[in-house]
């Protein structure tokens, strides 16, 4: 049945296309979502581009990017709790050390900044008591 073949071939190429067209919007919205800093988004939708394509280099790199950018925002929301309990319990020292290596981390960090000023403030006082 000559048909037949041809009709499963042209089924086969637009299932190709169709495949290649998903991929092509997956991997334009996961740029779009690392661009504006929407890193769970950018790695589900990398994840799910490498699911269609395991070998694609930029699904890759968007999954890893987004993977390193999420671990990094852990470790900044970790640390400015630490501070902020150290801020209570152990004094300004401890304080002055946990947003110094935040600071490391995240250079332009707000609350980090703030901390450290105070830190650094409660630091002199003590200093001016003894």
Do not use: I, W
């Not at 071939?9 to 929407?38: P, T």
């Not at 004094?91 to 650094?120: D, F, H, I, M, Y």
Request: net charge neutral; aromatic share 2%; glycine share 6%.
């Amino acid at each position: 049945m000559p048909g037949h073949a041809e009709a499963l071939q042209l089924k086969q190429q637009a299932e190709v296309l169709e495949r290649q067209k998903q991929m092509g919007e997956r991997l334009a919205a996961a740029r779009a979502h690392a661009q504006a800093g929407e890193h769970e988004d950018c790695y589900r939708l990398a994840t799910d581009g490498l699911g269609l394509d395991p070998e694609n280099l930029e699904f890759k790199r968007l999954q890893e990017q987004s993977r390193q950018a999420l671990a990094k925002r852990r470790k900044v929301e970790e640390l400015l709790q630490r501070a902020g309990q150290q801020q209570q319990s152990e004094g300004p020292q401890a304080v002055l050390r946990t947003v110094e290596e935040l600071l490391a981390l995240e250079p332009g960090n707000t609350k980090a900044s703030e901390l450290k000023q105070s830190a650094t403030e409660g630091l002199r006082r003590q200093q001016r008591v003894r």
